[in-house]
């Protein structure tokens, strides 16, 4: 059609000057290069606007011809992680309903739950979730993948999980990171996961009910935050982390990735964990991180000491996952399986609506004094110590000196 409106536009304009040329041009000389330089003028536009007429639709396709889940966009979509000693395939895509969940005999929350229990409207950003598990089959690590079902059915999260080796060593965790983003980013905006959430394989989710936009920065005050960490006492622990999908977040995979090839003399530690460490320090990326409690996100299993409950590295009842990063003891697959017992029996301590636990106010306190130019450490430090049991005390207190 463009190119048609091009040609007809053209053949006005070149239709009058013919013939006034035929009118005070006397010479068939001049009236032949007239119509030759008309002629070479008019083809060159059309070459010109040729490749504008239509998109290019044999590149994009190239594009999206590669062989993952296609789910961005779709709150009920929902990828199932499969048992890798009965399907090896990297991930299954299924557009199953929840009710359909149910019907499989996999205990999951039901729809009208879902809506009730999410009452505060938080950003709603398009996300997904990321971890990698392969190897020979090791059931503690897929029960605890498993257990992060009933949060993927509840709020609609693509789930990918990596099941080859990719990389040497642990950089499969980068790679497959870039692999997803690198995915979405080749869908047109609209159409591709805002955010995603990495969590390692030794991750128990227990409280379903906790959406993951509640930790996102607010906008369009905190646009130019890409990443948020968190820190135990050996500095920075990647085991779970937020991270937005944007060319940001690509290069900073590729550039932790090949530090060791551009400057082995930096030691690593952690291997891929230090990488990221060192990559996200340095200034161009590090004014897009933050470092928020690690409690949120990625906190450890409560022992049961009278500590845990001011701990910063100690989950509350109603934290959103447990993350088992020591195993010291080798008791961690046994610690994995008690907890995700206590996740499927929705004990009344640990399945808690996000309004009946610390983080809707936590959360908002943080972007608030960070606004206030507060120092990160500082703010992680008062927040990270605080008690969700506080206020049930003082409740029942109360309760007390009225009876
Ligand atoms: C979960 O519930 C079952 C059945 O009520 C009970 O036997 C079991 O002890 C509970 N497990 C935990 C870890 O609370
Ligand atoms: C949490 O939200 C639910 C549903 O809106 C409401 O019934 C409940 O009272 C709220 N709890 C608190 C502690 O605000």
Redesign the pocket.
């Known amino acids: 059609m463009g190119y048609d409106r091009y040609g007809v536009l053209a053949s006005q304009h070149i239709r009058p000057q013919q013939q006034r040329s035929r009118f005070h041009a006397p010479t068939t000389g001049r009236l032949i290069r007239y119509v030759l330089a008309v002629i070479l003028v008019l083809g060159f536009y059309t070459i010109w606007c040729r490749p504008g007429i239509s998109p290019t639709t044999d590149h994009s396709l190239a594009i999206t011809d590669v062989p993952l889940p296609n789910l961005a966009g779709d709150a009920h979509t929902v990828v199932y992680a499969d048992n890798p000693s009965i399907q090896p395939d990297h991930v299954e895509e299924s557009t199953a309903e929840i009710a359909k969940v149910e019907s499989q005999g996999r205990e999951t929350i039901k729809p009208e739950t879902a809506v009730s229990v999410n009452p505060i409207s938080y950003s709603g950003a398009r996300f997904g979730k990321i971890t990698a598990s392969f190897g020979d089959p090791d059931p503690p690590y897929e029960d605890a993948i498993q257990s992060h079902q009933a949060h993927n059915d509840l709020h609609g999260y693509p789930h990918f999980i990596l099941r080859e080796h990719m990389i040497r060593g642990l950089w499969s965790k980068h790679g497959w990171i870039m692999t997803i983003i690198g995915q979405e980013l080749a869908k047109p905006e609209g159409e591709r996961l805002q955010w995603l959430l990495w969590h390692d394989r030794d991750t128990v989710l227990m409280n379903p009910q906790i959406p993951l936009d509640i930790f996102l920065p607010p906008e369009p005050q905190f646009s130019n935050i890409h990443l948020l960490v968190t820190n135990d006492r050996h500095g920075l622990n990647n085991g779970v982390f937020l991270i937005r999908v944007s060319q940001w977040a690509f290069k900073l995979f590729a550039s932790a990735l090949s530090i060791r090839e551009y400057q082995p003399e930096i030691p690593l530690k952690y291997t891929e964990q230090s990488a990221m460490e060192e990559a996200i320090k340095r200034p161009w990326w590090a004014k897009s991180v933050v470092q928020v409690p690690q409690r949120w996100f990625n906190c450890y299993p409560p022992d049961g000491s009278s500590g845990d409950e001011h701990a910063p590295r100690i989950c509350r009842e109603g934290s959103m996952l447990i993350h088992f990063a020591s195993n010291r003891d080798g008791k961690r697959p046994e610690r994995m399986a ?1 907890f995700h ?2 996740a ?2 929705k ?1 009344a301590e640990w399945y808690k609506p996000v309004n009946e636990t610390g983080y809707v106010k936590e959360i908002a306190e943080y972007w608030e004094r960070l606004g206030q130019g507060e120092d990160q450490q500082s703010i992680v430090n008062d927040l990270g110590k605080r008690s969700w049991k506080v206020k049930a005390k003082g409740k029942k207190r109360g309760h007390k000196k009225r009876a």
Do not use: Q, V
Request: charged share 50%.
């Open positions: 008690r017992e206590i499927d029996n004990t």
